[in-house]
């Protein structure tokens, strides 16, 4: 039966700090359900219920008005919906025995009260700006209000800048560092990391990298940045130099503009102020129903912590789905549903100029550090039918339990196609599908759109061979070990004009056309790895090997995944049987 049928309608006043993803989610959801309540929206910022994640977009030029990033304005959620929106309404205090608020009003320069039945903190995050020497330097930028962006286009319009460096690798840097590129800027991207998309394995990220700098941008990674420096020199110049951004190891790199993408950290001052609990990770505490440490007061979105179901721990997950549908289940708890929360995947994916990068789950670094045996596959299918026009090669990656198969995270980098399959998968993990069951699922094809088998289908396949036992796999980054280990024999099953472009050092080259008739050159009291362009081939050749007692594994995702790790160039149009 649904929840809703029973719920209590009655009137209540609902106050909500914070007029976004979640706050006005959850201010619309409450009003459908009770047409008598009293319903109060507080943003201290001039816009409500705008799309924060077109912002890049607007600087860029591609979301070509600032109205369009405004889905509603205030007097269309009052007139619509009936919800009292108060912008520039800053809270500044929560007094949880008294059950009442105290706002200032910068517009009208005024402090007072408002009490409430139901108070739902949907405050957001702030970006990060650590305490570097000229970090309020003029031309640095972060990016997360609809003012923000106005800044940035102001500053480029006003100085028409040529060079950018976007601190940060994060999603909101690679989006800004594209738009920049697309406003005709030179830009450098630093990050302290060796990769950029931290929740992406490096393999998979060093694709991004390839495009990003055939885009060109200029990768400067492994440096943190230590701070801004205005020199002298340069402050009279037109345009001016803003800064020149110094970053470890690495000479002072000129910018006339810096965005800082270094990440967001929780608003929880406020909550803090008032008493109500703090988690472990430094968001705000709730529980499953998104109730806070205090009666009558939830909260949701960026800045709550919430359940990572894969190693059911607690996270820090700021994305804009989950703040949209925790600010709906909240309404419905208010009026009664008692609705679980039953955490977040962290599905996240990303336009870079020609490619698409997406994941769900957990990462390696992320399942090493919950100490979660997984086990991995990598496949490069098309993302349609090979023989129909267009289609572009997808890489995938699958991270499963090594015991139960249970799925525990993927990440896909491609032209086209992506946001199907990881929107299969996170579908498939949030309904607990096992490998068997992801590799049985039936999904639309027809040439244009996909192939009989789904690449979903045959990473799951994939993935079920290892579970099954019937391949044994070595990764791309055991391979240069491997290969220069006496004891090892590496063969390339691949044809001669896949050789000619490229292998890996010390491996012999047997067609898999030729393996059956060249069985006496391969050593038997070796190790034997075999592989080839993309896994499909050395999984045959391990198949015709093993059952003739050789002692054999197979290099998971071939060539293009050992490429990418080893950072060897491959070009994306390379895709082979
Ligand atoms: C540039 C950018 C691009 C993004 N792109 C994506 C994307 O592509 N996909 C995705 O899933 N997510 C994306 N996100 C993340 C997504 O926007 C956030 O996860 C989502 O907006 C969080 O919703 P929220 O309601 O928790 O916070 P917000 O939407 O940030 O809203 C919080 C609001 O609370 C207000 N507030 C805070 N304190 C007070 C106070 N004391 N009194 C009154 N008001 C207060 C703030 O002014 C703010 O307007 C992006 C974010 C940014 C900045």
């Known amino acids: 039966m649904n929840a809703l049928n029973n719920v209590a309608r009655g009137s209540k006043k609902i106050v909500i700090i914070g007029g976004v993803a979640g706050g006005m989610s959850a201010a619309a959801r409450a009003r459908r359900l009770s047409e008598d309540s009293r319903i109060i929206v507080l943003e201290r910022g001039a816009h409500v219920s705008y799309a924060n994640c077109g912002l890049p977009y607007f600087v860029g030029g591609e979301i070509g008005s600032k109205n369009k990033l405004l889905v509603a304005t205030p007097p269309d959620l009052e007139s619509k919906l009936n919800i009292e929106v108060r912008v520039h309404s800053e809270v500044i205090d929560i007094d949880t025995a008294s059950t009442a608020v105290t706002i200032k009003d910068s517009q009208n320069n005024i402090v007072y009260g408002e009490t409430y039945d139901e108070l739902i903190l949907a405050v957001g995050a702030s970006p990060i700006k650590p305490g570097l020497q000229g970090i309020d330097l003029p031309g640095l930028f972060t990016v997360r209000s609809v003012e923000d962006a106005e800044s940035i286009n102001k500053w480029i319009e006003e100085f028409k800048p040529s060079t950018a460096v976007v601190a940060g690798g994060g999603f909101i840097g690679l989006e800004m560092a594209e738009q920049l590129v697309q406003k005709g800027l030179k830009v450098t991207l630093v990050d302290g990391k060796e990769q950029v998309l931290a929740p992406i394995d490096r393999e998979m990220a060093s694709l991004v990298h390839s495009e990003l700098q055939e885009n060109g941008i200029k990768l400067v990674l492994g440096a943190s940045i230590e701070g801004f420096l205005a020199p002298d020199s ?256 590496v063969i390339d099953v691949r044809t001669k004009k896949e050789r000619d472009r490229g292998y890996i050092d010390g491996s012999t080259h047997i067609p898999i056309s030729e393996l059956r008739d060249r069985l006496s050159e391969i050593p038997t009291d070796k190790e034997i790895v075999v592989y080839c362009q993309s896994g499909q081939r050395s999984y045959l050749a391990y198949r015709i090997l093993k059952q003739l007692q050789y002692k054999v594994r197979s290099l998971s995702g071939g060539y293009l995944t050992w490429s990418a790790g080893s950072k060897v160039k491959e070009s994306r149009s390379s895709v082979f049987a």
């Open 234 to 489: 340069l402050k009279n110049q037109s345009p001016p130099k803003s800064c020149f951004v110094k970053a470890a190891n690495h000479e002072p790199i000129p910018a006339d503009l810096v965005i800082l993408g270094l990440g967001v950290r929780p608003e929880t001052g406020l909550a803090r102020k008032a008493g109500i609990a703090i988690g472990e990770r430094g968001g705000i505490k709730v529980n499953d129903k998104l109730q806070t440490s205090v009666d009558h007061v939830w909260a949701v979105g960026d800045a709550i912590e919430v359940l990572n179901p894969v190693n059911e721990k607690m996270a820090l997950i700021a994305l804009g789905g989950p703040a949209n549908r925790q600010g709906r289940l909240v309404a419905d708890n208010i009026f009664g549903a008692n609705k679980t929360y039953k955490g977040t995947l962290g599905t996240a994916i990303l336009r870079v100029f020609g490619l698409t990068a997406a994941c769900v789950g957990l990462n390696e670094t992320a399942l090493k550090e919950a100490q979660i045996p997984y086990q991995m596959v990598y496949v490069h299918p098309n993302d349609h039918a090979s023989y129909f026009p267009g289609a572009e090669r997808l890489d995938m990656k699958l991270l499963f339990h090594s015991e139960s198969g249970k799925l525990l995270g993927a990440q896909i980098v491609g032209a086209q196609g992506v946001d199907k399959r990881i929107d299969v998968i996170a579908t498939a993990m949030k309904a607990g599908l096992t490998i068997d069951e992801l590799a049985d699922l039936e999904l639309a094809y027809a040439p244009p759109y996909g192939s009989a088998k789904d690449p979903i289908n045959l990473l799951a396949m994939s993935a079920a061979n290892v579970l099954a036992g019937l391949i044994e796999q070595v990764h791309w980054n055991d391979m240069n070990a491997i290969s220069r280990d006496k004891n090892n024999c």
